[in-house]
């Protein structure tokens, strides 16, 4: 166990300590955002938005630009979904978890594609499209860019798209050094899981209180 211990806390011997902290804090709010949006509950939005704002500047730090993209994407989706949550569908129910239509999957498949050409752009014009990690951090944007913009419309689907993109991610984070990132990821596995077998259950049932 100390060998573990040993092993990832030397990842981390060129870091600054302020860095890691931030690491660590952002950790434990995106953590709290996906539990809060298992249980449907409004939360997810303001910890999100707490977690993905330091976020981006981790990962500005750590030159994953793709996946800082996808923080200040889910910053500003936070803030969409926040609304879109909130809005009733009469006096005392909002708005139910459904199914993916069929013009928003031809949507979601739209976003995909957009999502890469423009980040893998961004990588070039960086001049930093220059090893595997930015081709699979340009695929894992794509991926968590569709996810994010199907939590915020309340779609069940959404859960697909982070178990996907959470298997890719801990593996690239482990090899760029974020340990602590690369375990929340990895618990997020599972909380995504949970998450579909949970929305499934109240698909298509208008809540009374997102706080839950």
């Given at each position: 166990m100390?060998?573990?211990?040993?092993?990832?806390?030397?990842?981390?011997?060129?870091?600054?300590?302020?860095?890691?902290?931030?690491?660590l804090i952002s950790v434990f709010f995106n953590l709290a955002s996906v539990i809060y949006s298992k249980r449907e509950n409004i939360l997810v939005f303001p910890t999100g938005l707490i977690g993905t704002g330091i976020g981006v500047y981790i990962l500005f730090e750590y030159e994953l630009l793709g996946d800082m993209l996808i923080n200040a994407y889910y910053f500003v989706m936070s803030i969409i979904g926040w609304y879109a949550w909130s809005r009733k569908v009469d006096d005392k129910h909002y708005i139910p978890i459904t199914l993916t239509s069929l013009i928003e999957k031809k949507l979601a498949i739209f976003l995909f594609i957009i999502t890469l050409f423009f980040v893998a752009a961004v990588y070039k014009l960086s001049g930093k499209f220059t090893v595997w990690t930015d081709f699979v951090d340009t695929?894992?944007?794509?991926?968590?860019?569709?996810?994010?913009?199907?939590?915020?419309?309340?779609?069940?689907?959404?859960?697909?798209?982070?178990?996907?993109?959470?298997?890719?991610?801990?593996?690239?984070?482990?090899?760029?050094?974020?340990?602590?990132?690369?375990?929340?990821?990895?618990?997020?596995?599972?909380?995504?899981?949970?998450?579909y077998s949970s929305w499934k259950i109240n698909l298509n049932k208008s809540p009374q209180t997102l706080l839950k």
């Open positions: 100390s060998q573990i211990f040993d092993w990832v806390f030397s990842q981390y011997q060129n870091t600054p300590t302020w860095l890691l902290v931030l690491e695929i894992t944007t794509a991926i968590f860019f569709v996810g994010m913009w199907l939590m915020a419309k309340k779609k069940l689907e959404n859960w697909v798209f982070w178990i996907v993109g959470n298997i890719i991610t801990v593996p690239l984070y482990l090899y760029k050094g974020l340990i602590f990132t690369s375990i929340l990821y990895l618990i997020l596995i599972f909380i995504a899981f949970y998450g």
